[in-house]
Protein backbone atom coordinates (compact mmCIF):
# COMPACT_ATOMS: atom_id res chain seq x y z
CA UNK A 1 0.00 0.00 0.00
CA UNK A 2 2.78 2.10 0.84
CA UNK A 3 4.40 1.65 -2.41
CA UNK A 4 1.22 2.75 -4.25
CA UNK A 5 0.72 5.62 -2.17
CA UNK A 6 4.25 6.79 -2.42
CA UNK A 7 3.90 6.53 -6.50
CA UNK A 8 0.90 8.09 -6.53
CA UNK A 9 2.23 11.11 -5.31
CA UNK A 10 5.23 11.00 -7.22
CA UNK A 11 3.05 10.85 -10.17
CA UNK A 12 0.79 13.58 -9.27
CA UNK A 13 3.83 16.00 -8.83
CA UNK A 14 5.35 15.06 -12.10
CA UNK A 15 2.33 15.63 -14.17
CA UNK A 16 1.14 19.16 -12.33
CA UNK A 17 4.97 20.16 -12.83
CA UNK A 18 4.48 18.90 -16.60
CA UNK A 19 1.33 20.59 -17.39
CA UNK A 20 2.83 23.67 -15.87
CA UNK A 21 5.38 23.78 -18.20
CA UNK A 22 3.56 23.28 -20.80
CA UNK A 23 0.77 26.19 -19.91
CA UNK A 24 3.97 28.72 -19.10
CA UNK A 25 5.52 27.93 -22.92
CA UNK A 26 1.69 28.78 -24.29
CA UNK A 27 1.37 31.61 -22.49
CA UNK A 28 4.89 33.16 -23.17
CA UNK A 29 3.93 32.03 -27.00
CA UNK A 30 0.80 34.40 -26.54
CA UNK A 31 2.66 37.18 -25.68
CA UNK A 32 5.15 36.80 -27.94
CA UNK A 33 2.68 36.62 -30.70
CA UNK A 34 -0.85 37.87 -29.50
CA UNK A 35 -2.26 36.47 -32.80
CA UNK A 36 -1.82 32.81 -31.73
CA UNK A 37 -4.38 33.50 -28.65
CA UNK A 38 -7.20 33.26 -32.10
CA UNK A 39 -6.24 29.66 -32.37
CA UNK A 40 -6.11 28.12 -28.64
CA UNK A 41 -7.19 24.79 -30.70
CA UNK A 42 -3.64 24.81 -31.70
CA UNK A 43 -2.30 25.87 -28.94
CA UNK A 44 -4.02 23.08 -26.93
CA UNK A 45 -2.73 20.60 -29.21
CA UNK A 46 1.24 20.92 -27.17
CA UNK A 47 -0.54 19.42 -24.26
CA UNK A 48 -0.68 16.19 -26.03
CA UNK A 49 2.60 15.00 -25.33
CA UNK A 50 1.87 15.04 -21.35
CA UNK A 51 -0.70 11.77 -21.76
CA UNK A 52 1.42 10.22 -24.57
CA UNK A 53 3.92 10.39 -21.72
CA UNK A 54 3.13 7.79 -19.69
CA UNK A 55 3.80 5.03 -22.70
CA UNK A 56 7.51 5.87 -21.26
CA UNK A 57 6.83 4.21 -17.99
CA UNK A 58 3.83 2.23 -18.37
CA UNK A 59 5.36 -1.21 -19.66
CA UNK A 60 8.68 -1.86 -18.26
CA UNK A 61 9.49 -4.58 -20.64
CA UNK A 62 13.55 -4.55 -20.90
CA UNK A 63 13.56 -5.45 -24.75
CA UNK A 64 11.78 -2.62 -27.01
CA UNK A 65 11.88 -1.59 -30.10
CA UNK A 66 13.26 0.83 -32.99
CA UNK A 67 9.75 2.83 -32.23
CA UNK A 68 9.56 2.96 -29.02
CA UNK A 69 13.59 4.31 -29.20
CA UNK A 70 12.17 6.86 -31.70
CA UNK A 71 9.07 7.57 -29.63
CA UNK A 72 11.13 8.02 -26.38
CA UNK A 73 13.82 10.50 -28.39
CA UNK A 74 10.51 12.80 -29.39
CA UNK A 75 8.91 12.80 -26.02
CA UNK A 76 12.25 14.10 -23.77
CA UNK A 77 13.43 15.96 -26.31
CA UNK A 78 10.21 17.83 -26.42
CA UNK A 79 10.17 17.94 -22.47
CA UNK A 80 13.86 18.79 -21.90
CA UNK A 81 12.95 21.76 -23.95
CA UNK A 82 10.28 22.76 -21.76
CA UNK A 83 12.35 22.04 -18.68
CA UNK A 84 14.93 24.65 -19.65
CA UNK A 85 12.71 26.98 -21.48
CA UNK A 86 10.37 27.32 -18.01
CA UNK A 87 13.31 27.35 -15.73
CA UNK A 88 14.96 30.73 -17.60
CA UNK A 89 11.75 31.68 -18.26
CA UNK A 90 10.46 32.12 -14.63
CA UNK A 91 14.43 33.52 -14.25
CA UNK A 92 13.55 36.55 -16.24
CA UNK A 93 10.67 36.71 -15.42
CA UNK A 94 12.04 37.51 -11.58
CA UNK A 95 13.98 40.34 -13.17
CA UNK A 96 10.97 41.95 -14.53
CA UNK A 97 9.12 41.75 -11.67
CA UNK A 98 11.79 43.19 -9.10
CA UNK A 99 12.26 45.76 -12.02
CA UNK A 100 8.65 46.69 -11.45
CA UNK A 101 8.33 48.22 -15.24
CA UNK A 102 6.44 47.13 -18.04
CA UNK A 103 8.13 44.43 -20.00
CA UNK A 104 7.30 45.02 -23.95
CA UNK A 105 9.84 42.81 -25.74
CA UNK A 106 7.59 39.68 -25.29
CA UNK A 107 8.23 38.87 -28.57
CA UNK A 108 12.43 39.07 -27.90
CA UNK A 109 12.41 37.65 -24.41
CA UNK A 110 10.69 34.05 -26.41
CA UNK A 111 13.14 34.27 -28.70
CA UNK A 112 16.01 34.55 -26.78
CA UNK A 113 14.17 31.71 -24.50
CA UNK A 114 14.13 29.44 -27.10
CA UNK A 115 17.16 29.41 -28.72
CA UNK A 116 18.77 28.88 -24.98
CA UNK A 117 16.78 26.13 -24.68
CA UNK A 118 17.39 24.66 -28.27
CA UNK A 119 21.76 25.10 -27.64
CA UNK A 120 21.37 23.53 -23.89
CA UNK A 121 18.82 20.50 -25.76
CA UNK A 122 21.47 20.13 -28.27
CA UNK A 123 24.93 20.69 -26.70
CA UNK A 124 23.94 18.22 -24.09
CA UNK A 125 22.68 15.42 -26.47
CA UNK A 126 26.32 16.14 -27.48
CA UNK A 127 28.22 15.83 -24.68
CA UNK A 128 26.61 13.39 -22.99
CA UNK A 129 28.29 10.65 -25.25
CA UNK A 130 31.78 12.99 -24.28
CA UNK A 131 32.61 10.18 -21.53
CA UNK A 132 35.66 12.05 -19.23
CA UNK A 133 37.85 9.82 -17.13
CA UNK A 134 37.98 10.94 -13.86
CA UNK A 135 41.55 9.54 -11.89
CA UNK A 136 42.08 8.63 -8.39
CA UNK A 137 45.02 7.44 -6.68
CA UNK A 138 44.96 6.41 -3.16
CA UNK A 139 47.56 5.35 -0.99
CA UNK A 140 47.15 3.01 1.91
CA UNK A 141 49.45 0.86 4.38
CA UNK A 142 47.01 -1.45 3.58
CA UNK A 143 48.11 -2.64 -0.14
CA UNK A 144 50.98 -3.91 -1.16
CA UNK A 145 50.74 -4.07 -5.04
CA UNK A 146 49.12 -1.56 -6.87
CA UNK A 147 45.33 -2.33 -7.70
CA UNK A 148 43.50 -0.60 -10.58
CA UNK A 149 39.85 -0.76 -10.53
CA UNK A 150 37.11 1.37 -12.93
CA UNK A 151 34.26 2.37 -11.23
CA UNK A 152 30.48 2.65 -13.93
CA UNK A 153 27.52 4.00 -12.66
CA UNK A 154 24.26 4.47 -13.44
CA UNK A 155 24.59 3.56 -17.09
CA UNK A 156 20.81 3.22 -17.64
CA UNK A 157 20.94 1.13 -21.03
CA UNK A 158 17.76 1.53 -22.38
CA UNK A 159 15.74 2.55 -25.61
CA UNK A 160 18.17 6.11 -25.04
CA UNK A 161 21.39 4.56 -23.94
CA UNK A 162 22.22 1.49 -26.46
CA UNK A 163 24.59 -0.28 -28.01
CA UNK A 164 26.94 2.69 -29.17
CA UNK A 165 27.35 4.02 -25.86
CA UNK A 166 28.02 0.10 -24.86
CA UNK A 167 31.00 0.15 -26.98
CA UNK A 168 31.58 3.48 -25.76
CA UNK A 169 32.12 2.19 -22.39
CA UNK A 170 33.83 -0.98 -23.04
CA UNK A 171 36.92 0.66 -25.26
CA UNK A 172 37.24 3.41 -22.55
CA UNK A 173 37.41 0.89 -19.93
CA UNK A 174 39.52 -1.81 -21.65
CA UNK A 175 41.84 1.13 -22.28
CA UNK A 176 42.23 1.79 -18.67
CA UNK A 177 43.73 -1.92 -17.86
CA UNK A 178 41.78 -2.19 -14.93
CA UNK A 179 42.12 -5.10 -12.55
CA UNK A 180 38.43 -5.24 -11.48
CA UNK A 181 35.23 -3.30 -13.05
CA UNK A 182 32.53 -2.03 -10.40
CA UNK A 183 29.48 -0.51 -11.34
CA UNK A 184 27.54 0.93 -8.59
CA UNK A 185 23.90 0.58 -9.71
CA UNK A 186 21.55 1.01 -12.27
CA UNK A 187 22.79 -1.21 -14.99
CA UNK A 188 19.52 -1.10 -16.76
CA UNK A 189 16.34 0.97 -17.36
CA UNK A 190 13.64 -0.57 -20.11
CA UNK A 191 13.15 -0.99 -23.42
CA UNK A 192 16.68 -1.89 -24.34
CA UNK A 193 16.32 -2.24 -28.61
CA UNK A 194 19.22 -5.15 -28.58
CA UNK A 195 19.74 -6.11 -25.15
CA UNK A 196 21.38 -9.54 -26.58
CA UNK A 197 24.32 -7.30 -28.35
CA UNK A 198 24.72 -5.09 -25.02
CA UNK A 199 25.04 -8.01 -23.68
CA UNK A 200 27.85 -9.35 -25.65
CA UNK A 201 29.69 -6.09 -25.66
CA UNK A 202 30.11 -5.36 -21.92
CA UNK A 203 30.76 -9.56 -21.48
CA UNK A 204 33.97 -8.16 -23.76
CA UNK A 205 35.15 -5.75 -20.70
CA UNK A 206 37.92 -7.22 -19.42
CA UNK A 207 38.81 -6.93 -15.85
CA UNK A 208 41.50 -10.43 -14.28
CA UNK A 209 40.24 -9.75 -10.62
CA UNK A 210 36.90 -9.69 -11.97
CA UNK A 211 33.46 -7.42 -12.91
CA UNK A 212 30.73 -6.94 -10.30
CA UNK A 213 27.46 -4.97 -9.92
CA UNK A 214 25.50 -3.78 -7.05
CA UNK A 215 21.49 -2.61 -7.29
CA UNK A 216 20.56 0.92 -7.84
CA UNK A 217 16.93 1.71 -7.14
CA UNK A 218 16.42 1.45 -11.18
CA UNK A 219 17.01 -2.34 -10.59
CA UNK A 220 13.64 -2.38 -8.62
CA UNK A 221 11.42 -0.84 -10.55
CA UNK A 222 12.31 -1.87 -13.73
CA UNK A 223 11.69 -5.58 -11.93
CA UNK A 224 14.39 -6.64 -10.19
CA UNK A 225 14.72 -10.24 -11.31
CA UNK A 226 15.07 -9.87 -14.29
CA UNK A 227 17.63 -6.73 -13.92
CA UNK A 228 19.74 -9.28 -12.13
CA UNK A 229 19.42 -11.96 -14.37
CA UNK A 230 20.36 -9.60 -16.97
CA UNK A 231 23.57 -8.18 -15.23
CA UNK A 232 24.51 -11.68 -14.92
CA UNK A 233 24.37 -11.95 -18.48
CA UNK A 234 26.32 -9.25 -19.24
CA UNK A 235 29.14 -10.65 -17.24
CA UNK A 236 28.78 -9.19 -13.95
CA UNK A 237 28.83 -10.92 -10.72
CA UNK A 238 25.50 -9.67 -8.74
CA UNK A 239 26.49 -8.43 -5.11
CA UNK A 240 23.43 -8.55 -2.76
CA UNK A 241 24.27 -7.46 1.03
CA UNK A 242 27.46 -8.77 1.74
CA UNK A 243 30.68 -9.44 2.12
CA UNK A 244 33.56 -10.21 -1.24
CA UNK A 245 37.04 -10.88 -1.03
CA UNK A 246 38.56 -9.03 -4.36
CA UNK A 247 41.90 -10.41 -3.55
CA UNK A 248 44.07 -11.24 -0.49
CA UNK A 249 44.29 -7.67 0.56
CA UNK A 250 40.78 -6.15 -0.57
CA UNK A 251 37.18 -6.61 0.53
CA UNK A 252 34.49 -5.54 -1.07
CA UNK A 253 31.00 -4.93 1.07
CA UNK A 254 28.26 -4.11 -0.66
CA UNK A 255 24.73 -3.08 0.63
CA UNK A 256 21.06 -3.31 -1.42
CA UNK A 257 19.59 0.03 -2.58
CA UNK A 258 16.62 1.60 -0.13
CA UNK A 259 14.35 1.32 -2.90
CA UNK A 260 14.10 -2.29 -1.93
CA UNK A 261 12.00 -1.43 0.94
CA UNK A 262 9.33 -0.33 -1.18
CA UNK A 263 9.07 -3.45 -2.75
CA UNK A 264 8.33 -5.05 0.66
CA UNK A 265 11.99 -6.47 0.75
CA UNK A 266 14.47 -5.69 4.29
CA UNK A 267 17.46 -3.20 3.87
CA UNK A 268 20.11 -3.90 6.88
CA UNK A 269 22.00 -0.98 8.20
CA UNK A 270 25.06 0.25 6.86
CA UNK A 271 26.78 -1.21 9.64
CA UNK A 272 25.56 -4.80 10.19
CA UNK A 273 28.09 -5.65 7.03
CA UNK A 274 30.64 -3.38 7.45
CA UNK A 275 31.24 -4.70 10.70
CA UNK A 276 31.80 -8.34 9.48
CA UNK A 277 34.62 -6.97 6.89
CA UNK A 278 37.93 -7.98 7.92
CA UNK A 279 39.32 -5.09 9.56
CA UNK A 280 43.06 -5.95 8.07
CA UNK A 281 41.81 -5.46 4.58
CA UNK A 282 41.51 -2.39 2.44
CA UNK A 283 37.61 -2.38 3.03
CA UNK A 284 35.99 -0.93 -0.43
CA UNK A 285 32.06 -0.22 0.86
CA UNK A 286 29.73 0.14 -2.15
CA UNK A 287 26.56 1.88 -2.01
CA UNK A 288 24.64 3.31 -5.17
CA UNK A 289 22.86 6.33 -2.78
CA UNK A 290 25.56 8.32 -1.28
CA UNK A 291 23.93 8.69 2.24
CA UNK A 292 26.99 7.42 4.84
CA UNK A 293 25.32 6.29 8.31
CA UNK A 294 26.52 7.89 11.54
CA UNK A 295 29.90 5.78 12.44
CA UNK A 296 29.91 3.82 9.21
CA UNK A 297 32.87 5.61 7.89
CA UNK A 298 35.49 4.11 10.45
CA UNK A 299 34.38 0.24 9.18
CA UNK A 300 35.39 1.62 5.49
CA UNK A 301 38.51 2.92 3.52
CA UNK A 302 36.76 3.83 0.27
CA UNK A 303 32.74 4.05 -0.68
CA UNK A 304 31.88 4.20 -3.77
CA UNK A 305 28.28 5.69 -5.09
CA UNK A 306 26.32 7.30 -7.85
CA UNK A 307 22.71 8.07 -7.88
CA UNK A 308 22.78 11.73 -8.02
CA UNK A 309 24.13 12.18 -11.99
CA UNK A 310 25.55 15.45 -10.45
CA UNK A 311 22.18 17.00 -11.48
CA UNK A 312 22.61 15.80 -15.35
CA UNK A 313 21.26 18.71 -16.45
CA UNK A 314 21.99 22.33 -15.20
CA UNK A 315 19.87 24.18 -13.68
CA UNK A 316 18.34 21.06 -12.24
CA UNK A 317 22.03 20.19 -9.86
CA UNK A 318 21.03 23.00 -7.62
CA UNK A 319 17.84 21.08 -6.56
CA UNK A 320 19.46 17.26 -6.36
CA UNK A 321 21.89 19.37 -4.62
CA UNK A 322 19.26 20.41 -1.45
CA UNK A 323 18.63 16.43 -1.34
CA UNK A 324 22.40 14.87 -1.26
CA UNK A 325 24.91 16.10 1.15
CA UNK A 326 27.46 14.38 -0.96
CA UNK A 327 26.92 15.38 -4.38
CA UNK A 328 29.54 14.75 -6.76
CA UNK A 329 33.33 13.97 -6.50
CA UNK A 330 35.50 13.03 -3.70
CA UNK A 331 34.90 13.42 -0.04
CA UNK A 332 37.35 13.09 2.63
CA UNK A 333 36.36 11.91 5.88
CA UNK A 334 38.61 13.14 8.89
CA UNK A 335 39.10 9.46 10.02
CA UNK A 336 41.12 8.55 6.52
CA UNK A 337 38.19 7.41 5.06
CA UNK A 338 37.15 8.32 1.73
CA UNK A 339 33.72 8.66 -0.40
CA UNK A 340 34.08 8.96 -4.35
CA UNK A 341 30.76 9.65 -5.83
CA UNK A 342 30.42 8.84 -9.48
CA UNK A 343 28.47 11.51 -11.52
CA UNK A 344 27.07 8.47 -13.47
CA UNK A 345 28.62 7.24 -17.12
CA UNK A 346 25.04 7.33 -18.96
CA UNK A 347 22.27 9.06 -18.45
CA UNK A 348 17.97 8.74 -17.21
CA UNK A 349 15.35 10.23 -19.26
CA UNK A 350 16.86 12.12 -21.87
CA UNK A 351 20.17 11.88 -23.07
CA UNK A 352 21.09 14.98 -22.42
CA UNK A 353 23.99 16.06 -19.77
CA UNK A 354 24.60 19.79 -19.59
CA UNK A 355 27.04 20.86 -16.78
CA UNK A 356 27.16 17.30 -15.64
CA UNK A 357 29.55 15.23 -17.86
CA UNK A 358 29.41 11.22 -17.89
CA UNK A 359 32.22 9.99 -15.58
CA UNK A 360 33.98 6.61 -15.72
CA UNK A 361 36.69 6.41 -12.40
CA UNK A 362 39.52 5.14 -12.40
CA UNK A 363 40.91 4.16 -8.83
CA UNK A 364 44.54 2.93 -8.51
CA UNK A 365 45.16 1.44 -4.93
CA UNK A 366 48.87 2.17 -4.21
CA UNK A 367 51.30 0.78 -0.92
CA UNK A 368 51.82 3.79 1.27
CA UNK A 369 55.75 4.23 0.84
CA UNK A 370 55.51 3.91 -3.12
CA UNK A 371 57.03 7.13 -4.57
CA UNK A 372 54.18 9.81 -4.92
Known amino acids: MTNYITFGIFLTIVISITVGMVRYFIVSLKKAFPVLALHPFILNILYLPVPLAFFLFHDRSLKGSVHQTFFSYALYIYFTFLFVFTIYGLFFELMIFLRRRDFRKRRVMFIILSLISSYTVAAGSYLANYIRV???DIYSAKITKPVKIVQLSDIHFSSMVGTGFAEKIRDITNSL???AVIVTGDFIDHWIEDPEKISEIMRSVNAPLGKFAISGNHEFINGFENAVEYIKWSGFAFLYTGNTGLNDEISLVSVTDRTAERFG??????????????NSKFVIFLKHQPSVSDGAEEYFDLMLSGHTHAGQLFPFHFFVRTAFHYFSGTYHFGNGSILHVNRGTGTWGPSVR????????????????IEK
Open 134 to 136: EEL
Open 354 to 369: FGAMPEITLITLLPEN
Open 265 to 278: LEVPDDIEPLRNAV
Open 177 to 179: NPD
